[in-house]
């Protein structure tokens, strides 16, 4: 399943041997990995309906619940929500969170202890309507408008 609003690119990444090999080179995929094992004429790659890109997402669902397709590894479109690391990738993620930022420079602020104080003047700064975020709900995800 997914929900591409460029079939071109999308064709063009599932169409090309070259392109498949150098997404698996930087990560997993178990689609491509059974196209490169299989071959192509054990796929088919169809286009399911066509909508417009705001509802993407809704009608990726709605196929995900009807066909629940083998290689869909997340259940919830437009979510990693389910998806699982594997421990050398959480250690990876981890220190490059912690050590670097985008420039592979050490962040300024890995490592800095506050004073009790300190925290918590910031924690009644970030509180109530003082806060940017205070009021605001936020774009609901169309599986979750539901509950």
Not at 10 to 38: D, G, P
Not at 87 to 109: A, I, Y
């Amino acid at each position: 399943m997914g929900s591409a609003r460029n079939l071109s690119r999308r064709f063009h990444v599932y169409y090309s041997l070259l392109s498949i090999e150098k997404i698996l080179n930087t990560s997993k995929s178990h689609i491509l990995s059974a196209i490169l094992k299989y071959g192509y004429s054990k796929f088919t790659l169809e286009i399911l309906e066509h909508c417009d890109s705001d509802k993407c997402l809704e009608r990726e669902q709605y196929y995900i619940d009807l066909l629940n397709p083998e290689y869909n590894i997340l259940k919830i479109a437009g979510s990693r929500l389910g998806s699982i690391q594997s421990e050398e990738t959480k250690q990876k993620m981890s220190f490059s969170h912690k050590l670097l930022n985008r420039k592979g420079e050490k962040h300024p602020m890995f490592g800095k202890l506050w004073h009790e104080e300190t925290r918590a003047k910031m924690s009644s700064y970030k509180a109530g309507e003082e806060n940017p975020m205070f009021g605001k709900t936020g774009k609901k995800h169309p599986m979750f408008s539901k509950l």
